[in-house]
C-alpha cells in the first residue's frame, strides 16, 4: 500500500466519572441555624459516594520536592496538590488547595501543623471530586471560595432607622437583626464561642473580658459576621 502522511491515531482521552446527579437529600449534612445554616456533603460521605459509584478511584496528596506532601507557594504560604487515580491507569489534573486557618486565610509553609495537613487533604478531596467528577457541585455553586464544608451566610445587613451623618457600618442594629445574629451565637459549642468571643473582642477592640453580646449592636458587627460566622460552625 502507498504511503500516507496521515498522523497515527492519538490514544483517547480518558474518561473520567460523572456524578453529577449522585447525591440526594439524605447526603446533606447541615451546620447552624437560621441565617448561618450551611449545607455540605461530609469527606467520609464523600468517600463512601466514590466507592458506590466511582469503584477503583483513589484520591492521592502529589508530593512536593522534599518528599512533603505541603507545598510552598512563592509567597511562603502552603498548599496541597490533589488528584484521583483510576483502575485503569486514569490520573486526573493536579487540584491545588490552600492550606488555611479558620478564617481562611492561608498557613505559612513552616507553620504548617499536622492538624492543618489533614484538614487540608479531606477539603482537597471534596473540592476536587467536585471539580473532576462533579460530585455535589449544587452545592458548590453557591460559594466563591475554596472551602469544602460550608456556604457563605446571606445574612443581610439592614439598620433601624438610618442616623444622618452616620456612615452605614455605624449605624445601629434593628432589634429584629441583632436577635438574628445572636441566636446562633448562643449554639456554639463552648470552644468554638470560646474563639468566636477571642476574635470578636480582637477584631473590635475590645477588652479581653468585655462581654460580647451587649457589644454586638451595629452592622459592621453584621458584616463581620456574614464574613466570619462560618468559621466557628
Same mark, same amino acid.
Given at each position: 500500500?502507498?504511503?500516507?502522511?496521515?498522523?497515527?491515531? =492519538?490514544?483517547?482521552?480518558? *474518561?473520567?466519572?460523572?456524578?453529577?446527579?449522585?447525591?440526594?437529600?439524605?447526603?446533606? =449534612?447541615?451546620? +447552624?441555624?437560621?441565617?448561618?445554616?450551611? %449545607?455540605?456533603?461530609?469527606?467520609?460521605? &464523600?468517600?463512601h459516594l466514590l466507592h458506590d459509584h466511582a469503584p477503583g478511584w483513589q484520591f492521592c496528596l502529589a508530593y512536593y520536592v522534599d518528599n512533603s506532601h505541603v507545598w510552598k507557594a512563592?509567597?511562603?504560604?502552603?498548599?496541597?496538590? +490533589?488528584?484521583?487515580?483510576?483502575?485503569?491507569?486514569?490520573? &486526573?489534573?493536579?487540584?491545588? *488547595?490552600?492550606? @488555611?486557618?479558620? !478564617?481562611?486565610?492561608?498557613?505559612?509553609?513552616?507553620?504548617? =501543623? /499536622?492538624?492543618?495537613? &489533614?484538614?487540608?487533604?479531606?477539603?482537597?478531596?471534596?473540592?476536587?471530586?467536585?471539580?473532576?467528577?462533579?460530585?455535589?457541585?449544587?452545592?458548590? /455553586?453557591?460559594?466563591?471560595?475554596?472551602?469544602?464544608?460550608?456556604?457563605?451566610?446571606?445574612?443581610?445587613?439592614? $439598620?433601624?432607622?438610618?442616623?444622618? +451623618?452616620?456612615?452605614?457600618?455605624?449605624? $445601629?442594629? =434593628?432589634?429584629?437583626? !441583632?436577635?438574628?445574629?445572636? +441566636?446562633?451565637?448562643?449554639?456554639?459549642?463552648?470552644?468554638?464561642?470560646?474563639?468566636?468571643?477571642? %476574635?470578636? !473582642?480582637?477584631?473590635?477592640?475590645?477588652?479581653? %473580658?468585655?462581654?460580647?453580646?451587649?457589644?454586638?449592636?451595629?452592622?459592621?458587627?453584621?458584616?463581620? @459576621?456574614?464574613?466570619?460566622?462560618?468559621?466557628?460552625?
Open positions: 500500500m502507498p504511503e500516507t502522511n496521515n498522523p497515527p491515531p =492519538s490514544s483517547p482521552s480518558p *474518561q473520567f466519572p460523572n456524578l453529577g446527579n449522585v447525591i440526594t437529600t439524605d447526603d446533606v =449534612s447541615q451546620k +447552624g441555624t437560621g441565617s448561618y445554616k450551611a %449545607d455540605y456533603v461530609n469527606w467520609c460521605r &464523600t468517600m512563592p509567597n511562603g504560604t502552603a498548599y496541597v496538590v +490533589g488528584y484521583f487515580t483510576g483502575p485503569n491507569g486514569e490520573r &486526573t489534573p493536579d487540584f491545588p *488547595q490552600a492550606i @488555611m486557618d479558620n !478564617r481562611n486565610s492561608a498557613i505559612v509553609y513552616e507553620k504548617v =501543623s /499536622a492538624r492543618d495537613l &489533614t484538614d487540608s487533604h479531606r477539603r482537597c478531596l471534596c473540592t476536587a471530586a467536585a471539580a473532576q467528577f462533579g460530585l455535589a457541585w449544587q452545592l458548590w /455553586a453557591r460559594e466563591e471560595v475554596e472551602n469544602p464544608h460550608r456556604k457563605e451566610s446571606a445574612l443581610a445587613a439592614k $439598620p433601624a432607622a438610618k442616623i444622618e +451623618g452616620i456612615a452605614d457600618q455605624d449605624q $445601629p442594629l =434593628s432589634k429584629e437583626d !441583632r436577635e438574628q445574629c445572636l +441566636g446562633p451565637v448562643k449554639e456554639l459549642t463552648p470552644d468554638n464561642l470560646a474563639r468566636f468571643c477571642t %476574635d470578636f !473582642r480582637r477584631d473590635f477592640n475590645l477588652a479581653s %473580658d468585655a462581654k460580647v453580646a451587649p457589644a454586638l449592636t451595629g452592622v459592621k458587627h453584621q458584616n463581620w @459576621m456574614t464574613k466570619n460566622f462560618k468559621n466557628y460552625v
